[in-house]
């Protein structure tokens, strides 16, 4: 949660405790002077002051940024490429103090942001810096008449605006394709979490890119972020966050024809048939289930299970949730952190009261943990939740709720898990375990959802295609896919003048 305070008393305010906007290659405050706060979510305390930027932030950046574009989209791709590598390294170097403070400003364990956050982020630079290096291009050769090629040139000035639960991890995932095909950004991470994209500002200045390459505006979304997709000058949006938020972009994206991707919210179903390996398939859908205190949009919020095997794999699930630690997130054994905000928190919690007016039963979880440390007393924690007796098409199984809440539902046969399953709005992931591979390929085909793995979860590869379908987004990222939506396809026609045989 964060809040206006307007010029608080310089000194106030510890410097260190003072975020910045990077623009033009500068770190300055917002131009208002006002400054929001963000808040550790472990306890409940003020973090720091960031800059609460408006539209005239956001303007001085899309200029810094469209005076950089020309020059940037002209270095040679093997210097782009060593700009982001230098990038890359810089973020490696700090990666124990990046880990640490993004534990700090989401609340997740300082375990999963030193295995997972930091080093996909350190991935993400570095696998677009080389990709950008092996590109290729089409080339059609018209009868005897012509030959066409497909020119890909980057689109300008790119808007990459990210949420809060991923901070770091998602807003390199945007920038640094957007930057390896020669676009430059104005980003604008979610000021629930500034506190690694105020880093990643510090650490591009340390890495030379060029002044006006990188842009990083902070503020609240419906200030900053909507002045970045209005912005005339700025032809490409690519943006993460909820279906709602997306939902706006689009309307007011729309009508410019920018160009849009939008990765949005799921409600993504984990089945289980009976043939499935259940040594794997139980651990695998807790860590689905509460990975990041459930606020990864591609965690598994609903367990479909056969019904066979349903009582001893609720057992067993609620064995293994009952098992994960809940704790401060700065310490090691911790596996459950606090969720994001007070707001946030007081919104799964509805949820878990939703469940039981809806004839839910909550087995275990959803309280407070006991034996918090002092310091923790007055964080956003909940110990995970899992329900059972929800039908399918009840709100709880069909609205994102995005936090430690599980539901668990029987199934008869593989045609009815496939309705139930499909029967959200959303349509990001799932996740199938069983013992045959025809199975796991049939149901993967009529899934609904732009990602399916079988007997797996969150198995990345940083090439293939990711996004959603329905309410869950428009287009794709990764690999190809984001080099193409930062690219502007141009088809040159070369006519022949000479035909083959006029020589002779
Ligand atoms: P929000 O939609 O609230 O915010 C996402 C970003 O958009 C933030 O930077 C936010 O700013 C900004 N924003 C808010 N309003 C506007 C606006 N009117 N115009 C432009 N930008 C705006 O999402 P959350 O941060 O709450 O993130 C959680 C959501 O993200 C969940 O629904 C989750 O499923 C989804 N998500 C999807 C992923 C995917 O790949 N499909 C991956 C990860 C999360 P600020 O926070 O500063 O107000």
Redesign the pocket.
Known sequence: MSRTTSQPDARTVAAEHRLAHLIGGEMVPAASGDWLETVEPATGRFLAHLPDGDTRDVDRAVAAATQAARRWARTPAAERSRVLLRLAERVEANAEALARLESIDTGKPLTLARAVDIPRAVANLRFFATAILHTRSDAHITDEAAINYTLRQPRGVAGC??????PLY?FTWKIAPALATGNTVVG?????TPMTAHRLGELAIEAELPPGVLNIVH????K???A??EHPAVPAIS????????A??AAAAGPMFKKLSL????KNPTIVFADADLDHAVPTAVRAAFANQGQ??LCGSRVFVERSIFDSFVAAFVRRTEALTSGDPLEPETEQGALVSKSHLEKVQSYLRLAETEGGRIVTGGDRPAGLPVRCGDGYFLRPAVITGLDAACRTNRE?I?GPVVSIIPFDDEAEVVAAANATEYG?AASVWTGSIDRGHRVAAELQAGTVWVNCWLLRDLRVP???MKS??VGREGGDEAMHFFTEPKNVCIKRNERPGDAE
């Open positions: 605006i990210s949420p809060w639960n991923l998602l604008k991470p979610s000021e629930v503020g609240l979304g419906p900053v972020g909507a970045l997709v943006f993460t966050g909820g279906t709602a938020t997306g706006a972009i990765e949005l919210g799921g990864i949009c994102e995005f990001l990711f996004g959603g869950s987004g």
